[in-house]
């Protein structure tokens, strides 16, 4: 059944909440999407992911769902939904939705059976546990929330605590109840059945917890992570879901998985494992940060280290190409490390070079193809470093709507000291900077929603030099060049299939591979720093004819012995 699709594909991640606006409402919609259809047909993109667009009371923006067959008030209809996926597939792009399983809302209706008695039906759905201490007035063990704070909260109808991973308005759901797993493949074959080619699968390494649920290691940012992460019957419980549903289909199955690195990696997503296809680890975009928790400038040399050991996975194994999602801050610059100061675009299309020609399922979060940034705000300083030009700053506590962002401010209030620290790192991390809204033109609220509306989240005030509208008419802009790096790699066999090899591995200022088919090969040349760079031909490359095929300057120059421009990008066929 399953034909493999995702092998030669390329993805287009859209966070609704922020894309477009139909209503006037200053929430983004499905017929803001349906809208757009057209614009992501020209991208020339080849499937989209969806973040979820279910009913939900958007405590963490649509990833606590109440209703798993229902479309949220704000994004509209289930009619808008059939007439986005026919739209869709009319212009032969495949359709990935989210799949959040590992918990619901506190306002589903299972959960709110299950918080109303201990011999309510539902209330297994849920992990509910007595309190420690003489009197349990203490969490039952001592896990963290995802989103800080204890991982448990009290609730004295029952005198229990029941477990949330992630915001309290998010419990977490008791796969090891057999009805519970029955709903998750029902769920999923509904939408199957309604023409939906896959899911990416949320948090899906944490749906296992560890028997008895013991107390974790103390591993900060998190403490309990080993105890719920891929532990138990994890594969047993995806094995099931994926004979009850997944490869009854020809889907996608993408695993957002903490915990999968390129070490364990074959063991998940090997196609003879038969369970997810492609996971999203986090490997790359770890690699500027320091303990995980304060950023630092990226580190080009750990960052090709993690990409070459997912590159040199047997070839069943899809690794996934992404530096963007709605929870990462742009990648522009903070993947080059090197001040981009009068190169922006140059940067940002060297980064697609170096990301896209590599083996694996490619993903473009919506923005990205404009080079959209983190918003501009004081406390990091951050001002000159985001883009070329001067911004208006802004304060970010003042901007930041997300949970994770106001509960670490709210952790705060405590420790009124550490605030400037917090906004410091938020400045560099915070989910709020993927979630602006798409800049689609110079006009009010950079098009996103009509003029004289409020949009939900603040507007990227570079929208007046940055947006899609301005670059599309720029032969030269980021987005013509994604859309033609897009268009070369599909159907490209040495990008999907050739052999991976990497020279001058140690340089922290080059990024230089070749893909090989037999005896020809694409050779990749990637300047990773604002200034000139000698380059010498590894001996492979030798004597070998070499036709130019894609590269970041308007002036291309032949493969040779040369000094790259800043931040040149070069792809020849040798
Ligand atoms: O984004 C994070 C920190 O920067 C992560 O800890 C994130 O919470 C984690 O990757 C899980 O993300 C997914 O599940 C969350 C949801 O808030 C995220 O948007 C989603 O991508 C809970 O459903
Ligand atoms: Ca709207």
Redo the contacts with the bound molecule.
């Keep these: 059944m399953k034909t493999r699709w995702y092998k030669d594909s390329f993805f287009y991640q859209i966070y609704p909440r922020s894309f477009c606006d139909s209503n006037g409402d200053g929430i983004g919609d499905i017929r803001g999407i349906i809208s757009k259809l057209d614009y992501l047909k020209e991208l020339g993109i080849t499937a989209v992911w969806l973040s979820p667009c279910y009913k939900s009371p958007n405590d963490?923006n649509g990833?606590d769902i109440s209703d798993y067959r229902d479309i949220m008030d704000e994004f509209g209809t289930m009619a808008d939904f059939d007439e986005l996926i026919a739209g869709l597939h009319e212009r032969g792009i495949k359709l990935i939705m989210d799949l959040?399983v590992n918990?619901t809302s506190d306002e589903h209706d299972w959960f709110k059976e299950s918080r109303k008695s201990k011999d309510n039906p539902y209330r297994d759905y849920y992990y509910w546990k007595k309190g420690r201490g003489k009197d349990g007035k203490r969490p039952p063990n001592n896990w963290m929330s995802?989103f800080l704070g204890p991982a448990w909260k009290y609730e004295k109808e029952t005198d229990e605590w029941y477990m949330h991973l992630?915001s309290y308005k998010?419990p977490d759901l008791n796969w090891n109840n057999p009805r519970v797993r029955q709903e998750v493949a029902d769920i999923c074959n509904f939408w199957f059945e309604k023409g939906v080619d896959g899911f990416r699968c949320?948090?899906i390494t944490y749906i296992s917890k560890k028997e008895g649920l013991p107390d974790g290691k103390i591993k900060l940012p998190l403490i309990g992570f080993e105890q719920y992460c891929l532990t138990d019957n994890w594969h047993k419980f995806i094995k099931e879901l994926a004979d009850r549903s997944w490869n009854r289909y020809d889907t996608t199955m993408v695993g957002?998985a903490?915990g999968i690195t390129s070490a364990n990696a074959k063991e998940y997503i090997d196609e003879s494992v038969g369970e997810l296809d492609c996971v999203f680890s986090f490997e790359h975009t770890n690699a500027d940060r320091y303990m995980q928790i304060l950023p630092h400038g990226m580190n080009v040399r750990k960052l090709k280290k993690i990409f070459a050991r997912w590159q040199a996975l047997p070839k069943t194994c899809a690794p996934t190409l992404f530096m963007e999602n709605?929870?990462q801050p742009r990648c522009m610059p903070r993947f080059v490390s090197y001040k981009c100061k009068g190169h922006f675009d140059e940067a940002a299309k060297m980064l697609a070079v170096a990301l896209y020609m590599q083996r694996g399922v490619p993903f473009v979060y919506q923005g990205q193809e404009i080079g959209m940034t983190n918003l501009p705000v004081k406390e990091a300083g951050y001002l000159k470093e985001c883009d070329d030009r001067e911004n208006t700053a802004m304060r970010s506590i003042e901007v930041y709507k997300d949970v994770?962002s106001v509960n670490v401010y709210k952790a705060l209030k405590k420790f009124p000291f550490l605030i400037p620290v917090a906004s410091k790192v938020l400045a560099k991390?915070a989910?709020d900077h993927a979630r602006t809204p798409m800049q689609w033109s110079a006009e009010a609220n950079a098009g996103f929603c009509a003029a004289g509306v409020t949009p939900w989240m603040t507007v990227n005030p570079n929208f007046v030099y940055k947006n899609a509208d301005l670059q599309k008419r720029d032969p030269s802009s980021i987005w013509n060049f994604y859309r033609r790096l897009i268009k070369y790699r599909l159907g490209n066999e040495y990008i999907i299939e050739g052999e991976f090899n990497e020279f001058y591995k140690n340089s922290g200022k080059l990024y230089v591979y070749e893909r090989r088919v037999g005896d020809k090969a694409l050779a990749v040349i990637c300047n990773f720093t604002g200034k000139p760079v000698r380059f010498t031909l590894p001996d492979e490359w030798k004597g070998k004819s070499a036709h130019a095929e894609l590269c970041n300057y308007d002036e291309v120059l032949p493969l040779g012995n040369r000094t790259l421009r800043p931040f040149e990008a070069s792809v020849y066929l040798i």
């Design positions: 963490d990833y959040v918990h995802n992630f998010q949320d948090v957002e903490m709605h929870d994770l991390v989910r």
